[in-house]
């Protein structure tokens, strides 16, 4: 049994004597209460609680339909809707969208990346394909349309490339984490994401709220740079911090490490680790605008040179400064 984010709503999946059944519901508590509800009535013998829905079998979709189903979960509607639509074009073009999904394997997804090096394509244009790929046969085998994941084999991208969460996979990591019930490794997440703390930073740190203007903030007194900061908050970190009382490590604690390994796994987010939310934190930043100074303040890096890592994420080029000089608006 399994309960799992579907767009907007929460689908609960349970296999009963060989059946399996699913049923929507608006949120992720009803679904965990039916659960519990089937595994009761089938305890003592009573029909299954509700209609129950059976899931089309993994034979009778395409891949043109698996990617579909993965735009409207992910992609469509946000920032990069128009890349991941393109994207979505030339898979249908390269394998037929008509073709089932069960015959999109592993040899013909490396006969294809092999095609791609022959052209020329770069490891991290060859990449963004897998990801839709990845994604949208990830996707259904979640949802039980696909019996065997084929194995996806991404391409070392350049050294120094900083790896951070895209809006779509950070969405995406949370509501897997709340399908989960792994409460304490959502709040740990939205709060490194949007304060880039550190690991260890997240277990030292004042809760004790402070008012900084017209929002809250948290004072950190041992930071890697030796300087103590008080740092502003998102109003959804306010509203973790009233609920949660870090205490455990989310990268050294057993317990938080597996389900960050299952997370990464089932996610195919193999070239992240928990840092990543940190990155994710600073990227942000300097791409809406923050002057480079005040994010090496904000990270607590001991030296510029760290932060000028996220210099080229910048917004506006060193060109406009022309621009400044000639007093044009």
């Known amino acids: 049994m399994s309960v799992k984010p579907r767009g907007n709503s929460w689908q609960a999946y349970v296999s009963i004597g060989g059946v399996k059944h699913r049923k929507s519901f608006s949120t992720v ?13 089938e305890k003592v013998g009573l029909p299954i609680p509700m209609n129950s829905e059976i899931p089309n079998k993994s034979c009778n979709m395409t891949i043109g339909e698996a990617m579909e189903n993965a735009n409207e979960m992910f ?8 890349q991941y639509a393109y994207l979505i074009n030339t898979i249908r073009r390269v ?35 897998l990801n839709v790929v990845s994604r949208s046969l990830g996707l259904a085998f979640e949802q039980d349309r696909l019996s065997k994941m084929p194995k996806i084999r991404r391409q070392s991208e350049p050294a120094g490339k900083l790896r951070y ?50 929002r809250w903030g948290v004072y950190i007194p041992d930071r890697k740079n030796g300087e103590p900061l008080l740092l502003p908050i998102t109003d959804r970190v306010y509203e973790v911090l009233q609920r949660t009382k870090f205490d455990k490590h989310p990268s050294k604690d057993s317990t938080c490490r597996r389900v960050w390994a299952r997370l990464r796994n089932q ?6 680790c928990w840092h990543t939310w940190r990155h994710t934190c600073a990227s942000r930043l300097v791409q809406g605008g923050m002057d480079i100074y005040k994010v090496k303040e904000w990270m607590g890096h001991k030296d510029i040179k760290m932060t000028m890592r ?18 044009v608006s």
């Not at 996610?267 to 992240?272: P, V």
């Not at 060193?318 to 007093?327: A, F, Q, R, S, Y």
């Open 165 to 214: 969460f895209s809006r779509d996979e950070e969405q995406l990591i949370l509501l897997t984490l709340k399908s989960w019930g792994k409460d304490y490794m959502h709040d740990a997440a939205v709060v490194a994401c949007d304060t880039g703390m550190r690991a260890g930073e997240l277990l030292k740190f004042d809760t004790s709220l402070h008012k900084l203007g017209n």
């Open 267 to 272: 996610l195919h987010l193999e070239d992240t």
């Open 29 to 41: 508590e009803e679904a965990t209460l039916w659960e519990a509800q089937v595994r009761h009535a």
């Open 95 to 129: 394998f037929g969208a008509k073709t089932n999904i069960e015959d999109i394997t592993t040899n013909r997804l490396d006969d294809w990346i092999v095609k791609m090096k022959q052209k020329g394509s770069k490891a991290s244009t060859i990449n963004k394909h």
């Open 310 to 327: 996220y210099a080229h994420l910048a917004p506006t080029s060193i060109v406009n400064g022309c621009d400044i000089l000639e007093g």
């Open 75 to 82: 992609w469509r509607g946000g920032s990069s809707e128009q």
